[in-house]
Every structure is written in structure tokens, then in C-alpha cells.
């Protein structure tokens, strides 16, 4: 009974942590997004004048913002303005992907324990009447995203003993179960740094072996297009083709990878000990190849895009 309360108390608390994590990406991204202004939009416009600085552009704004999703829908939005064209959002989207992967490599090579600092040092920057005053508030966003991870990550240590949770895990070790489940999840928390960020962890606990855990990425990639697909259902053709792009960059890129699980696992395997630093590096190295490969056909994957979406 008393293993039973606990369980359900730790399963309460990371879900309590998971909604300050969402709320703190929403934060923060607000006042990246305040702090830049329309020079922001005006930046993104100048800078992807070709599909290569476009992804350099997505990947860093991504990794600034720590939301592919927000990253997209801006796109998109820019796009329905008419102040982007379509083939220049492309390579944004392809950078969105790369921008995701900052947080798992974060929590792979345990980077995690600096994230109280970062908070600590956001309150004081708000507190302290300077020039940099107006820093305070994303600074403390952004260690609170990165403390809600940490939190996480102390909370999950428990389960890897869990016969329960371990039960469960196995029964849905599933290649294809565990893609429908990350995506599944993303879709429900509209956060794919969050799915892989806990997808890492857990990995490193032990909970899950690579092939379950990378599959589960895999889902959580497709699964972040599900937000820029319902905000261009509303929005004009050229919006609707960037969603789509989205989509079909993610889900092609997981198509391709699939038949290549078994090579991959093994190749993975030997970067590293860690199953969580090898889940962390499949994810770099497989947004990475997505994007390059995307780039070598940019303009057939285009040309697709204008087919669907005519």
C-alpha cells in the first residue's frame, strides 16, 4: 500500500512539474519574443534568402526559443503576410528540427545541475535596478524550464525499480506503438522538447532501452507539426503548403530512417555506455541528416509540396 502511495505521489509530482515546465517555454518564449521586437521578424526576413541560411536561422532561433513549435508558427505567420515566400520559409523549417536537439544534449551530458543557478540569477537580475534589468525575467524562464527538467529527472530515479512501470514499458516496446506514442504525447502537450527531454531521462534511469526511446523521439518529431497544421487550416494557400512541408519533412524523414533502425542502434550503441547520451546523440544526428538531405532536394521536396497543397 505504501509502495502504491508513493508511486502515485512521485507520478503527481512530475505531472505537477511538467505544467511549470510548460508554463515557463511559454513564458520565456513571450519575452524573447518581446525583447526582439519587430527587428526579430525583420532579421528572420533579411536572413533566409537561401535554404541554407534559413536552417542556420531555424536552428538558432529553435535553440534560443526552445520551441520548434513557436519556431514554425512564426514561419507560417510571416509566410500568411506575405513578407516571407514559401521556399524561403523551408529552410527554417529544417533548422526547427536541429534547434529541438540543444535540450536532450543539455540533459545527456547532465548539464541539468547549473539550471538553479540560472533561475537564481534571473531573480536577481529582476530585482536589481540596472541596465540589465530587462534580462531578469527570460533568464528565470529559462532556468525554470531547465529546473523543471532536473526536477524531473530526480523524480524519476525511483521508478527504475518499479515492477509496475516496468511491466508497462515493455508491453509497449513496439517500434511503431512507441512513434504513435511520442506522438501522441506531443500532441497533447504541444511540447516536443519536453516528451524527448523526459524521453532521455528515462533512458538514463534505465526505463527504456534505445530502440523504444529513439522510436519515441521519432513520433515526438512528427507530433510537433500537429499545432502549425491547425493554425494554417485557417490561413491562405501559401500558409497551408509551409504546414505541410512541416509535416511531410518529418514524416519522410522518419520513413527514411526506419529501415536503417538496426545499423543506426548499432552505430549509437558504440558512441557511447549511456543509453540516454545515445538517444541524445540519435537525435542530433538524425534532425541533422533530415535537414541535409532535405537541402540536397530542396527543390524536389518543394516541388512535392506544391502537388499536395495546390
Given at each position: 500500500?505504501?509502495?502504491?502511495?508513493?508511486?502515485l505521489y512521485i507520478l503527481s509530482s512530475i505531472i505537477g512539474?511538467?505544467?511549470?515546465?510548460?508554463?515557463?517555454?511559454?513564458?520565456?518564449?513571450?519575452?524573447?519574443?518581446?525583447?526582439?521586437?519587430?527587428?526579430?521578424?525583420?532579421?528572420?526576413?533579411?536572413?533566409?534568402?537561401?535554404?541554407?541560411?534559413?536552417?542556420?536561422?531555424?536552428?538558432?532561433?529553435?535553440?534560443?526559443?526552445?520551441?520548434?513549435?513557436?519556431?514554425?508558427?512564426?514561419?507560417?505567420?510571416?509566410?500568411?503576410?506575405?513578407?516571407?515566400?514559401?521556399?524561403?520559409?523551408?529552410?527554417?523549417?529544417?533548422?526547427?528540427?536541429?534547434?529541438?536537439?540543444?535540450?536532450?544534449?543539455?540533459?545527456?551530458?547532465?548539464?541539468?545541475?547549473?539550471?538553479?543557478?540560472?533561475?537564481?540569477?534571473?531573480?536577481?537580475?529582476?530585482?536589481?535596478?540596472?541596465?540589465?534589468?530587462?534580462?531578469?525575467?527570460?533568464?528565470?524562464?529559462?532556468?525554470?524550464?531547465?529546473?523543471?527538467?532536473?526536477?524531473?529527472?530526480?523524480?524519476?530515479?525511483?521508478?527504475?525499480?518499479?515492477?509496475?512501470?516496468?511491466?508497462?514499458?515493455?508491453?509497449?516496446?513496439?517500434?511503431?506503438?512507441?512513434?504513435?506514442?511520442?506522438?501522441?504525447?506531443?500532441?497533447?502537450?504541444?511540447?516536443?522538447?519536453?516528451?524527448?527531454?523526459?524521453?532521455?531521462?528515462?533512458?538514463?534511469?534505465?526505463?527504456?532501452?534505445?530502440?523504444?526511446?529513439?522510436?519515441?523521439?521519432?513520433?515526438?518529431?512528427?507530433?510537433?507539426?500537429?499545432?502549425?497544421?491547425?493554425?494554417?487550416?485557417?490561413?491562405?494557400?501559401?500558409?497551408?503548403?509551409?504546414?505541410?512541408?512541416?509535416?511531410?519533412?518529418?514524416?519522410?524523414?522518419?520513413?527514411?530512417?526506419?529501415?536503417?533502425?538496426?545499423?543506426?542502434?548499432?552505430?549509437?550503441?558504440?558512441?557511447?555506455?549511456?543509453?540516454?547520451?545515445?538517444?541524445?546523440?540519435?537525435?542530433?544526428?538524425?534532425?541533422?541528416?533530415?535537414?541535409?538531405?532535405?537541402l540536397i532536394f530542396v527543390r524536389q521536396f518543394e516541388r512535392?509540396?506544391?502537388?499536395?497543397?495546390?
Amino acid at each position: 500500500m505504501e509502495t502504491g502511495y508513493s508511486f502515485l505521489y512521485i507520478l503527481s509530482s512530475i505531472i505537477g512539474v511538467i505544467f511549470v515546465f510548460l508554463f515557463a517555454v511559454e513564458k520565456f518564449s513571450g519575452q524573447i519574443q518581446r525583447i526582439a521586437g519587430d527587428r526579430f521578424k525583420d532579421i528572420v526576413q533579411r536572413l533566409t534568402s537561401t535554404p541554407f541560411k534559413g536552417t542556420v536561422i531555424g536552428t538558432v532561433i529553435t535553440a534560443i526559443m526552445q520551441s520548434s513549435t513557436a519556431t514554425t508558427v512564426m514561419a507560417i505567420s510571416l509566410v500568411q503576410a506575405g513578407v516571407m515566400p514559401f521556399a524561403n520559409s523551408l529552410g527554417i523549417i529544417f533548422g526547427a528540427n536541429i534547434g529541438t536537439t540543444i535540450t536532450t544534449q543539455l540533459i545527456a551530458f547532465q548539464l541539468l545541475e547549473i539550471a538553479p543557478f540560472i533561475l537564481v540569477i534571473g531573480f536577481i537580475l529582476m530585482k536589481l535596478k540596472s541596465k540589465y534589468q530587462h534580462l531578469g525575467k527570460p533568464v528565470f524562464y529559462f532556468g525554470l524550464i531547465f529546473s523543471s527538467l532536473f526536477i524531473i529527472s530526480v523524480l524519476v530515479e525511483p521508478f527504475k525499480d518499479n515492477p509496475v512501470l516496468i511491466a508497462i514499458l515493455a508491453k509497449s516496446s513496439g517500434i511503431f506503438l512507441s512513434i504513435l506514442i511520442g506522438f501522441v504525447l506531443v500532441t497533447l502537450f504541444q511540447a516536443s522538447a519536453l516528451v524527448t527531454g523526459m524521453v532521455v531521462i528515462m533512458s538514463a534511469a534505465g526505463l527504456l532501452g534505445f530502440e523504444q526511446a529513439f522510436a519515441i523521439v521519432l513520433g515526438a518529431n512528427i507530433g510537433s507539426t500537429t499545432t502549425a497544421l491547425i493554425a494554417a487550416s485557417v490561413m491562405d494557400k501559401n500558409a497551408k503548403r509551409a504546414a505541410m512541408a512541416h509535416f511531410m519533412f518529418n514524416v519522410l524523414g522518419v520513413l527514411i530512417v526506419l529501415p536503417f533502425l538496426k545499423p543506426f542502434t548499432i552505430w549509437m550503441e558504440s558512441m557511447s555506455q549511456s543509453i540516454g547520451v545515445q538517444v541524445a546523440l540519435a537525435h542530433l544526428m538524425f534532425n541533422m541528416v533530415s535537414a541535409i538531405l532535405a537541402l540536397i532536394f530542396v527543390r524536389q521536396f518543394e516541388r512535392l509540396i506544391l502537388r499536395l497543397v495546390k
